[in-house]
């Protein structure tokens, strides 16, 4: 059984903080790494994809990915009211279907 | 751009109903699934599809569940006879590739809140 984990939060942090969101899988054959964002009663949203070891940035958003450590985590920089959200880790193998966490609960207060 | 793109935004039916649910998947996207969510819980795979049949399916695809590409543009859900516990957000997506590839991203539809009573 392929799992993932993540901290249901909530995160609180203040406008203009960097949050660190965390996620762990349990499967070492897992080859693709997302995060999406997810407002309340809408559907995800991708917002980074990463396959290699080390971080990966786009915009005020960072993915980094420890293989040996079966670790992923999201970095947003500059934290917005509008990053307010759930954010979901998702895991795939390859040919395999995505696996989501339950997703972290992001606060950012003006 | 292109999305994804699901009806009816809310269904509710009588438990033992038949639903149907629709989506049309992103135009040049080849594979599509089903997903689905229970207020406050995580999403859970339903069924992967491809060339025209099931590629994949979890536990929870049972045999009340089946899914269909009537035509060139559509790709539904049909559950049979609903339960009460089948209410959930149930979420259409499609992707152009699957494996490890930059065109292996899903993009989720709006989804259809599916209440049954």
């Known amino acids: 059984q392929k799992e993932v984990e993540q901290n249901s939060g909530p995160l609180s942090v203040p406008e203009g903080a960097i949050a660190s969101l965390n996620c762990t899988y349990s499967?070492?054959?897992?080859?693709?790494f997302f995060w999406y964002r997810q407002y309340s009663g809408k559907s995800p949203e991708l917002i980074m994809f990463?396959?290699?070891?080390g971080d990966k940035e786009d915009g005020r958003f960072t993915a980094q990915l420890n293989k040996a450590s079966q670790y992923v985590s999201l970095l947003i920089r500059d934290s917005q009211p509008s990053d307010s959200a759930t954010y979901l880790c998702?895991?795939?193998?390859?040919?395999?279907?995505?696996?989501f966490g339950k997703g972290t609960m992001l606060l950012v207060s003006p | 751009e292109p999305e994804v793109t699901q009806t009816p935004s809310h269904q509710v039916t009588q438990m033992g109903q038949e639903v149907i649910l629709r989506c049309v998947p992103i135009?040049?996207?080849?594979?599509f699934y089903w997903y689905r969510q229970i207020l406050g819980q995580k999403v859970e795979f339903l069924v992967s599809?491809?060339?025209?049949?099931?590629?994949?399916k979890s536990e929870i695809f049972d045999d009340q569940f089946s899914v269909e590409r009537p035509d060139g543009s559509n790709f539904t859900l049909k559950i049979r006879s609903t339960k009460l516990e089948d209410s959930a957000m149930y979420f259409c997506?499609?992707?152009?590739?699957?494996?490890?590839?930059?065109?292996?991203?899903?993009?989720f539809g709006s989804g259809t809140q599916l209440s049954v009573l």
């Open positions: 998702a895991v795939t193998g390859g040919y395999s279907t995505l696996t």
């Open positions: 990463i396959y290699s070891n």
């Open positions: 599809f491809y060339n025209n049949e099931i590629s994949e």
């Open positions: 997506a499609s992707s152009e590739q699957r494996g490890r590839s930059t065109n292996e991203k899903l993009f």
């Open positions: 499967d070492r054959g897992s080859q693709s």
């Open positions: 135009s040049n996207h080849l594979y």
